[in-house]
């Protein structure tokens, strides 16, 4: 009991909290980038002209490679990259930008998808009605495309909030990292991971609902 | 900065016994998963209630907190009550609990996705209930499961690489001894990556393959 209230001491909390707080942003910096990144990639790999083959090329290498490598992979290759370029960037930056590279990739292949679901007839309806390629995905592909887009990209944005829990490995002092301090504190570590897991899973489990209402709300509405 | 592969690349066999240590925990854990899986997609269709709600908890749970931490949770907090794991069996349990709850999630999809009238077609038929379950239920329940199953093997496998956190020499720790031997971090975990991506796509390939001769599953490669 007494070893059970040490893990309530001011110090402690306000290390779980700083800790909750980094792996909060950490997660919303690899929502928000990932989403931007892999969307603006997705929309890149509809474009048919020759001059942007190269670039179509390689965004499909980027997403198949990215989402065949391990994210501790990713994630310490960019980290001894960086330090190797003597760029001296925090750790926490490192792990953004690993985050951001990932969930691109992911992200991006889920956007694809979405975007390919859209009949082709919408293309060439479009195109009848004299649309641009930016009008045609503005007013007729994005607006159909979203309802098949956003379900899965729910899911994924909860792997990016449990990958963030990797981030402890190259020193970002977020939740996990936090837990392993306590641990080495001498708090027990049924105690502190299992307070580090409902913390997790209180940042996880509404976006998760968050996710499954959007579902059946699409669905419904696809069922008119 | 030049980039050196050399003396990465003359350590080839050991980076591969490396790769085939992560794909034999990804094997085990996947195998050990599917029962689980099964149980509980099973448990979650005609079990009480008492064990539907105890099911529905287990896969939420798992499926919202990171593998990294649950694994943390059986290798540190375990010993306080007097059972203490190695490594490997702590990351194998981890991987499994984990897989075990999206394989449930998937089953549970594929099981659903048959239609009533399916079945009842195959009962006006004047098919057994065995024969129902044998030339009905199956061929289809495979054909639905077979794409995400496979993903999922995928995502087992590069789960797998945590394992190197807990002192496991599979490919992700043995390219980090190597990087700290040579102090070529870079060129290591560079070809570890590209040793990781090899592997999933062989994987896939070979999924993909039996897929579609077993299961008629028809699935992309990239």
Redesign the interface.
């Known amino acids: 009991m007494i070893r059970a209230a040490a893990l309530f001491s001011y110090y402690d909390l306000t290390l779980l909290l700083e800790g909750f707080l980094t792996t909060f942003a950490l997660s919303l910096i690899g929502c928000l980038g990932g989403f931007v990144l892999g969307f603006a990639a997705a929309i890149l790999r509809t474009t048919r002209s020759r001059v942007m083959a190269p670039v179509r090329a390689a965004l ?1 290498v980027y997403a ?2 990215l989402r ?7 994630l ?2 960019v980290f ?2 960086t330090q ?2 003597h760029a001296n960037l925090p750790t926490f930056a490192v792990a953004s930008i690993s985050i951001c590279l990932i969930a691109a990739a992911y992200l991006g292949e889920i956007t694809r998808g979405g975007l390919e679901s859209v009949h082709a007839n919408q293309w060439q309806g479009a195109r009848a009605l004299n649309f641009s390629h930016w009008q045609t995905l503005r007013y007729v592909i994005v607006p159909q495309a979203w309802r098949v887009i956003l379900p899965p990209t729910f899911g994924f944005l ?1 792997m990016v ?6 981030a ?2 190259i020193g970002v002092m977020e939740l ?1 990292a936090a ?2 301090v306590l ?1 080495n504190k001498g708090v ?3 105690l502190v ?2 307070a ?2 409902m913390l ?2 209180s940042m ?2 509404p976006l ?1 609902r968050l996710g499954k209402h959007v579902e059946r709300r699409l669905a419904a509405a696809r069922n008119h | ?1 030049t980039l050196q592969f050399g003396p990465i690349l003359e350590q080839w066999p050991y980076l591969l016994g490396g790769a085939a240590l992560s794909l034999w925990i990804a094997v085990l854990a996947f195998a050990c998963a599917m029962p689980i899986g099964l149980l509980c997609a099973a448990l979650l269709h005609y079990g009480p209630p008492a064990m539907r709600r105890l099911v529905a908890a287990y896969v ?2 798992a ?8 694994i ?2 059986l290798f ?2 375990l ?3 007097g059972i203490i794991l190695s490594p490997f069996t702590a990351v194998l349990i981890g991987a499994t609990f984990n897989a075990g709850a999206y394989l449930c999630e998937i089953q549970r999809a594929g099981f659903a996705s048959v239609r009533r009238t399916e079945i009842e077609a195959a009962e006006v038929l004047g098919f057994s209930r065995l024969q129902i379950i044998r030339h009905v239920i199956l061929p289809h329940v495979m054909k639905a499961m077979f794409p995400p199953l496979s993903n999922q093997f ?1 995502v087992v496998t ?5 394992a ?2 807990f002192g496991v020499e599979e490919l ?1 720790g043995r ?2 001894n190597l ?1 700290a031997e040579t102090y070529l ?2 060129e290591a ?2 070809v ?2 590209v040793i ?2 090899a592997m ?2 062989i994987a896939t390939c070979v999924l993909a393959l039996s897929g579609r001769l077993v299961c008629r599953a028809k699935m992309n490669i ?1």
Do not use: C, W
Request: charged share 5%.
């Open positions: 499909f198949m490679f065949r490598v391990p994210f501790l992979v990713t310490m290759l001894y990259a190797s370029l909860v909030i449990k990958d963030t829990a990797l402890s490995q996990t837990g392993k641990g027990p570590a049924v991971y299992g580090i897991l997790y899973f996880s489990y998760a | 900065m939420i749970f499926t919202n907190t990171p593998q990294l931490v649950q943390f949770f540190f907090g010993p306080e009550v995928i590069l789960g797998t690489s945590m190197s956190i992700t390219s980090d990087g971090s870079v975990y560079g570890a990556a990781y991506v999933t796509l990239v």
